[in-house]
C-alpha cells in the first residue's frame, strides 16, 4: 500500500502512554517530532490524552505500579486501536527480564494486545515511522 | 581514578553514637548524599551514610557505617537533623523494612500504589510453585497514600514527551496558590539494582546504561569507575580523554533538551523546535562514533571500547564549530525574549543557605551561586587536564538556572574541543583498555557530575563474578524534594516553569512526572462513568 493511501484513510492520533522506560525511546520519540524528521509532515500527531487516540506507542517494561494504569489507558483509547510496543523492553522485557525480577509485570504483550513491534534500545526514529505506518496498514 | 579512591574512608558507627556523629558531621559543614541499607544476612543490615565537604577545596569522602540486628531493626532517624536524610530513609524503610525510628513521614515512595492489597499476601510467599510474583489486576481499584485535605486538589500533568516519565504530582490548591504537594514515584521502578547484583560485572555495564536514557554514559562510566576503584588500575589516558568527550557531549544535549523545554513550559514551542534541531548535530556526533545515537555502549572495565580516530575526531571538530555559531544565535534569541525572562525570573526561588541545608546538587546549587561540580571537586576521567571553569550565577531563581545550563553548554562544547584536538594528536596505536587483574575483596565509590548534579555508585565486591551489592544515588533524589519546597506557597501556572528549570529525571530516580497525572483525572473520571453505567443497568433490571 503506498503512503498516499495509507494517509488517505485517516491521520493516525499516537498517544505515547509510557510504561516504565529508561527514557531512551521518548528521547527518540521527541526527536520525531523535530525539525529533522518532523513526524506531522505525514499527518501523524503526538496527543495528550487516549481518548482521541488511534495508536498506542508504549515504551518500556510495564512495571507493576503502571500495570493498571496502562490497562485503563489501553480500556479508554477508541476502537479501532493499535497498539505499538516500541524499544526492547517494550517488545521483550529486554535487559530486566529476570525470573526475580519483582517489579515488573511486562513486557507490553503480556497486558494488552500488541499488533506492531519496534525492536532496538533505543530505535531509530526511522524506525518508529515504519512502525507506525505498520500500524496503519493493518487497519 | 585512584585520586578517587584516595579520598574514600569508611568509619564505623554504633546505633546510638549515630545521632551526635552526625549531628558534629553536619555542624562542619558535611552534606549527606545518600543513605543506604543493605541485607548482610547474618549480620544484619548494614546502613551506609555517605558524606561529602563541599567547602574543602578536593572535597573529602566519608561514609559512615552503622550494623543494626536483624532481630531488632530499628535506628534512629536523622531527618530531625538534616532533611537531606528524607528521602533516603524513607527507601530504607521501604525496601528493608529497617524501622526508621522518629520518622516524621514514613510512607511508601516507590512501591505501587496497592503492594499491600496485592502482593503482601503471606500465602504467596508460601506456594513454590509462583516463582514470579503475583502480577493479576488488584481487586481494588488502585489508590494512593497522598494526603487529601478539605482544598482543591489538582493532579498535575501537561503532556509532554520529554516529561514523560510517569510520576505522579498532587498539589491542594486554594485559588491559585499552592498549600501543599507530594509526589508518588515508583512507576519506573525497575528493581535494576537487585538484577546488577545478579549479573557479572559485564552485563552489569549494560544495566546501568537502561537506568536513563539522558545520561546513560556518566551511569556506565560511574559504574565502571567504582569497579575500577575496588581494582585500583590506571586508566590509559586516551581512554580518560575518551571518556571526557562522550560525558561532555551527553552534557551538551541534555542542557540543550533541558533549555529548550523551559522555552515549551513557558509557551514558547518553537525554542523547543531550534533546541532539537540542533541536538541533531551532537547526535550526530555521537552516532558516527558509537553507531547508536542514545545508548552507546562504550564504557568497559579499565577504559573505553569505542576508539575514536582521527577521523570522528575532526568530524565532531566541524560539528561543533556549526554548533558553536548557531547555539549561541539561539541562546541569544532565548535571552532577547523580555516575556519568556518575566515568567522565569523570581520564580521558584532557592537562597543559598537553603540550597545547602536541603543538600541541592547540579545546575540547581550552581544557580544559586555555590561552585560546587564533582568534575573539580572530586576530579574523575581528564577533567583536571583540561582547562575548564565552574559556572555559577547568583540569581538563586529559574532564570539562574536557565544561565548556568546555558553558559555550561558553552563550557562543554569548549572542553569537547579541547579533548578532538588532543585525541587527534594521540597515536592511534595507543592504547584504550587497561589490562584487568582478578578482582579482589572490597568496596568502591565513584562520583561523577552528570548533567543534572552528583551521582554516586557505591559497588561491593564478594570475589565473585557478581557484585555483592550496588547502591546508587542520581542527581534528581536530592532535587526532587527541593522541587517540592518550591512549589509549595507559588502559583500553580508557575509549577511547569519551576519543574522545567529543575529538569528532574524520573527514570533515574524513577521520577515524579507527570503524565501519569494526566491518566489519574481521566482514570477518575472514568471510574465515576462506569459506576454510574453500572447503576443504570442495575435500574434496567
Known sequence: MSLSKIFMKKSPWVYHAHAGGCNGCDLEILACSGPRYDIERLGIKLVASPRFADILLVTGPVPLHTKPFLERVYAQTPDPKRVVAMGACGCSGGVLVDDENYSIAGPVERIIPVTVRIPGCPPKPEAIFEGILKAMRSF | ?541
Not at chain 2, 81 to 106: M, S
Not at chain 2, 209 to 235: D, K, S
Open chain 2, 1 to 541: 581514578m585512584s585520586k578517587q579512591s584516595d579520598l574514600f574512608k569508611v568509619q564505623d558507627v554504633s546505633r546510638e553514637n549515630l545521632i551526635p556523629e552526625v549531628t558534629d558531621l553536619m555542624n562542619s559543614g558535611a552534606r549527606l548524599m545518600y543513605a543506604s541499607g543493605v541485607d548482610r544476612g547474618v549480620f544484619g543490615f548494614q546502613l551506609d551514610y555517605h558524606f561529602c565537604f563541599d567547602d574543602e577545596a578536593k572535597s573529602r569522602y566519608l561514609l559512615l557505617r552503622a550494623l543494626v540486628k536483624r532481630n531488632e531493626p530499628t535506628i534512629p532517624s536523622l531527618t530531625p537533623i538534616t532533611t537531606q536524610a528524607d528521602w533516603a530513609e524513607r527507601e530504607i524503610i521501604e525496601f528493608l523494612g529497617v524501622k526508621v525510628e522518629d520518622h516524621p513521614d514514613p510512607r511508601h515512595l516507590w512501591l505501587p500504589l496497592n503492594w499491600d492489597d496485592t502482593h503482601a499476601k503471606p500465602d504467596l510467599e508460601q506456594n513454590p510453585e509462583s516463582k514470579r510474583i503475583n502480577t493479576d489486576s488488584p481487586k481494588k481499584p488502585p489508590s494512593d497514600h497522598i494526603f487529601i485535605q478539605p482544598l482543591s486538589v489538582v493532579p498535575y500533568g501537561p503532556y509532554h514527551p520529554a516529561l514523560i516519565e510517569s510520576n505522579f504530582l498532587k498539589m491542594s490548591v486554594e485559588d491559585e496558590t499552592v498549600i501543599d504537594a507530594d509526589l508518588k514515584l515508583g512507576f519506573n521502578h525497575r528493581s535494576i539494582i537487585k538484577l546488577m547484583e545478579r549479573r557479572d560485572y559485564y552485563k552489569d555495564i549494560y544495566l546501568s546504561e537502561r537506568i536513563c536514557g539522558f545520561c546513560n554514559v556518566h551511569h556506565t562510566l560511574t559504574f565502571v569507575m567504582a569497579v575500577e576503584n575496588i581494582l585500583g588500575i590506571e586508566i590509559p589516558q586516551k581512554a580518560n580523554y575518551i571518556r571526557t568527550l562522550l560525558g561532555e557531549l551527553e552534557r551538551m544535549k541534555s542542557h540543550l533538551l533541558a533549555i529548550g523545554l523551559l522555552g515549551e513550559l513557558t509557551g514558547f514551542k518553537t525554542m523547543l523546535m531550534h533546541s532539537l534541531r540542533l541536538r541533531e548535530e551532537i547526535l550526530d556526533s555521537l552516532e558516527v562514533i558509537s553507531g547508536q545515537r542514545i545508548s552507546h555502549g562504550a564504557m568497559t572495565l579499565g577504559g573505553v571500547k569505542i576508539d575514536i580516530t582521527p577521523v570522528h575526531a575532526d568530524f565532531i571538530r566541524s560539528r561543533l564549530k556549526s554548533l558553536k555559531a548557531s547555539v549561541s544565535e539561539f541562546f541569544e534569541q532565548y535571552l532577547a525574549n523580555d516575556i519568556l525572562i518575566d515568567r522565569l525570573k523570581n520564580v521558584g526561588h532557592l537562597s543559598p543557605a537553603d540550597a545547602r541545608t536541603y543538600g541541592a546538587v547540579g545546575p540547581l546549587v550552581r544557580g544559586s551561586g555555590h561552585p560546587f561540580d564533582v568534575r573539580k571537586q572530586f576530579p574523575y576521567a581528564a577533567y583536571e587536564d583540561v582547562s575548564w571553569e565552574v559556572i555559577t550565577e547568583n540569581g538563586a531563581d529559574s532564570l539562574a538556572r536557565l544561565k548556568v545550563r546555558m553558559r555550561e553548554f558553552m563550557v562543554s562544547l569548549d572542553i569537547c574541543e579541547q579533548c578532538c584536538d588532543i585525541l587527534r594528536s594521540v597515536p592511534s596505536s595507543s592504547p584504550i583498555v587497561s589490562t584487568m587483574s582478578e578482582l579482589p575483596c572490597g568496596e568502591g565509590v565513584a562520583k561523577t557530575e552528570p548533567p543534572r548534579g552528583e551521582l554516586l555508585y557505591h559497588v561491593a565486591s564478594n570475589g565473585t563474578n557478581t557484585p555483592e551489592f550496588v547502591r546508587l544515588r542520581v542527581p534528581t533524589f536530592p532535587n526532587a524534594p527541593i522541587l517540592l519546597r518550591l512549589i509549595k506557597g507559588g502559583n500553580i501556572a508557575d509549577v511547569p516553569v519551576v519543574i522545567g528549570s529543575i529538569d528532574p529525571c524520573f527514570s533515574c530516580t524513577d521520577r515524579a512526572t507527570v503524565v501519569q497525572a494526566n491518566k489519574e483525572i481521566i482514570i477518575q473520571k472514568s471510574s465515576k462513568t462506569n459506576e454510574s453505567g453500572e447503576r443504570i443497568k442495575r435500574g434496567g433490571k
